[in-house]
């Protein structure tokens, strides 16, 4: 019979903790902010943190213990990270499907946990196939495998591990005083809307208990999201608000249309900008297609592996592709619909793969379109098909890129191959059966839409592409006109449209925490602490859920 060894025992608790951890800070950060920044950076100091103290008592190899914990923890990260960034989408395109979800909560935890495990699961499938490829025969990278390895080998880290404890626990004090004591409002007012002609200026409050992550957030990130956010609120003050005033004022006989509201305007001018960018994208597609049968089936390179390593991967596809296949026939999908998005899903992962390889960057969104937008063409998917298909490639592309990284950090740091996938698997297990419960409790309380705390910028961009043939046509070209010009300025399209339509206070926050990052020499020596911050703000917003539905 077998007995767990005590060093067995702790990383399986270790794994777990801090699994549920990324999760529920993913899936708030994901959600509220629309970024997904890797929460490898966040566990390896915490992992660090533990072991400097468990590692002496428990004979564990410090460096193995601390990169086993983190590659298997993050999984958790990017699970939530793709599911904020796609499952919401069925809010947007269908609200009354969706709140049916919401009032079964059994039904809704157990269909996404389930889902996560299967997409999760073909991710890890891809990543199986493409390992001994990518990272023996191509030798990529995989940076934030290298930056995890150095992080845990670099001298003074410890300290590092404590400040971002120390923000962990200081955030949790602050927002229990303020729970008891009530010494601030639940929001602070700085201004009420102001109008200046066709300039509207809109009303800027900002919460109380959810301040905290975003200047942390806005800080660590810096110009990169406060630059295009600013740009972006300035846009929709400066430029859609009046072009909405001159288009609904133009004479009749000008031009064929219908008057519309602002908020009409606004999405019509944003689906625009969201299709440019899609159909740029597609022509993107071709040379994808061509790299991957080039650098795969012409070269043969999977049939050429030895034997005994062919027969795990085939047992795994047959059996992930059959339950995944189970999964989608209960929606309904056709058989040839399944095909369709296995063979184009796993296409689009091999080249995120590469990408992820190349500069540690995971473009989820943009290949989830490329299958979504032709699937929708060929067999006339329904909302939440549409929303299943795009999440399943975000979900399985993210993993597998998350896997690998991990995989990099394993041969760096000299991990036995089995111990390293066995609690990758753990990880993604632990993830998935909590993810449906955090993902409510998260959106019962806080709300989805441009006027909750839950914006979920990422799957209303792609609701705003689904239905862009129900908006005004000719707002539709102006914002694709606009579109076409972003791509001239060194500006992220994604982050820009997040000024425009995240709620001016959130966008406020962030571009105020990456100002403030911009006034400090030395602004990495704050980047622990602040995680730590952001990290404590999610988990305490989680318990206070928890503690309204008990």
Request: charged share 10%.
């Amino acid at each position: 019979m077998f007995f767990p060894s005590t060093k067995h025992i702790i990383l399986f608790v270790m794994t777990v903790l801090l699994s549920i951890f990324s999760t529920v800070v993913m899936s708030y950060i994901a959600m509220a902010a629309a970024i997904g920044p890797w929460i490898e950076t966040t566990l390896v100091l915490c992992s660090m943190f533990i072991f400097n103290f468990l590692a002496r008592y428990a004979m564990l190899n410090y460096t193995q213990a601390v990169g086993i914990t983190t590659a298997a923890g993050g999984i958790g990260g990017i699970l939530a990270t793709s599911f904020a960034f796609s499952m919401p989408t069925l809010y947007f395109i269908s609200p009354n499907i969706f709140q049916s979800w919401m009032q079964n909560p059994l039904f809704f935890i157990t269909i996404f946990s389930i889902f996560a495990l299967m997409a999760g699961s073909f991710g890890f499938l891809i990543a199986n196939i493409f390992e001994e490829y990518l990272l023996e025969k191509q030798q990529m990278k995989f940076p934030i495998g290298d930056l995890i390895y150095n992080t845990i080998i670099a001298p003074g880290q410890l300290s590092r591990a404590k400040e971002l404890i120390s923000g962990f626990f200081l955030t949790h004090c602050a927002l229990f005083l303020y729970t008891i004591t009530k010494f601030f409002d639940q929001s602070i007012t700085l201004n009420n809307a102001y109008r200046l002609s066709v300039f509207v200026l809109p009303p800027i409050i900002l919460p109380v208990t959810q301040l905290p992550m975003y200047i942390a957030i806005g800080f660590i990130t810096g110009h990169v999201i406060a630059i295009p956010l600013l740009v972006g609120f300035l846009i929709k003050i400066l430029c859609l608000n009046p072009l909405f005033y001159f288009y609904n004022h133009m004479p009749q006989f000008l031009i064929f249309r219908n008057l519309i509201t602002e908020s009409e305007f606004t999405l019509a001018f944003c689906s625009g900008m969201i299709l440019f960018g899609a159909i740029k994208g597609f022509f993107q597609l071709i040379p994808t297609l061509k790299n991957f049968f080039d650098k795969t089936l012409k070269n043969k390179w999977f049939l050429n592996q030895e034997s005994s390593s062919i027969v795990i991967p085939w047992i795994q596809i047959i059996f992930i592709l059959s339950v995944n296949s189970l999964f989608f026939f209960y929606f309904e999908f056709s058989l040839f619909a399944q095909i369709y998005l296995f063979i184009f899903s796993a296409i689009c992962i091999y080249q995120m793969l590469i990408i992820a390889g190349k500069i540690g960057i995971i473009p989820l969104g943009r290949f989830a379109t490329f299958v979504m937008i032709p699937g929708m063409l060929l067999f006339n998917f329904d909302p939440i098909q549409i929303t299943l298909v795009a999440a399943f490639v975000e979900i399985a592309g993210g993993v597998a890129g998350d896997v690998l990284f991990g995989r990099k950090l394993a041969r760096l740091a000299n991990i036995e191959k089995e111990d390293i996938r066995t609690f990758q698997w753990l990880g993604l297990i632990v993830s998935a059966l909590c993810i449906g419960i955090i993902f409510w409790l998260f959106i019962h309380n806080l709300g989805l839409g441009k006027a909750a705390g839950l914006p979920a910028i990422k799957a209303y961009n792609r609701a705003l592409l689904i239905n862009f043939k129900h908006f005004d046509f000719y707002v539709l070209i102006i914002g694709m006109l606009f579109g076409s010009l972003i791509q001239f300025i060194n500006i992220n399209p994604a982050l820009l449209l997040g000024g425009i339509l995240m709620p001016p206070n959130i966008s406020l926050m962030l571009v105020a925490g990456g100002m403030c990052s911009l006034l400090l020499k030395n602004k990495e020596d704050y980047y622990p602490i602040l995680s730590g911050v952001s990290a404590a703000n999610s988990i305490w917003l989680l318990l206070d859920a928890l503690v309204k539905n008990t």
